[in-house]
Every structure is written in structure tokens, then in C-alpha cells.
């Protein structure tokens, strides 16, 4: 799965908040608050993972425009070329 030049700016973008967030959790979590701790460490996880799984308002042009040229350029199979 590659990001491309984009989509790793994304990336780290989103991990310049989400390190922050796991890290103030971490130490949470060691010093006896399991519950808020656990939960700024799912935080700071699901910063990172929900991204490349949800659809955001962004993604729908492109998927609009890879359907719609997907349909008006025929790519020739092997035995028609």
C-alpha cells in the first residue's frame, strides 16, 4: 500500500498530534489511572488508523472522478492490441 508524497504529509502530520497524545497516555497509564490512560492511548491510535478507513468530505471527488474516467477510457486487452 503506498501513501505517496501526499499521503505520507498526511501521515505525519497526523502523528505530530497523535505522539503527543500516546505519549501523555503512556505515562498516565504508568502512574495507576488505567482508564484514562487506556483511553488517550485508544485516542492516539485511532488518530492514525481511522484516516485510511473512514471516507472523508476529500476523498469523494476523486473517487467520483476514478469512476467516471474508469468508464470513458477503455484500456485494450492483450489480444486486441
Known amino acids: ?4 508524497i501526499w499521503g505520507t ?13 500516546g505519549i501523555f497516555g503512556l ?4 502512574a495507576g489511572q488505567e482508564l ?5 492511548l485508544a485516542v492516539a491510535v485511532l488518530m492514525v488508523v481511522l484516516p ?3 471516507t472523508t468530505p476529500g476523498d469523494i ?3 467520483i472522478a476514478e469512476k467516471v474516467v474508469g468508464r470513458a477510457v477503455k484500456v485494450p486487452d492483450e489480444e486486441e492490441s
Open 1 to 4: 500500500m503506498g501513501l505517496g
Open 9 to 21: 504529509i498526511q501521515l505525519a502530520a497526523t502523528l505530530v498530534f497523535a505522539i503527543p497524545v
Open 36 to 40: 484514562f490512560g487506556g483511553g488517550l
Open 52 to 54: 485510511h478507513y473512514l
Open 61 to 63: 471527488p476523486a473517487t
Open 27 to 30: 505515562n498516565t497509564l504508568l
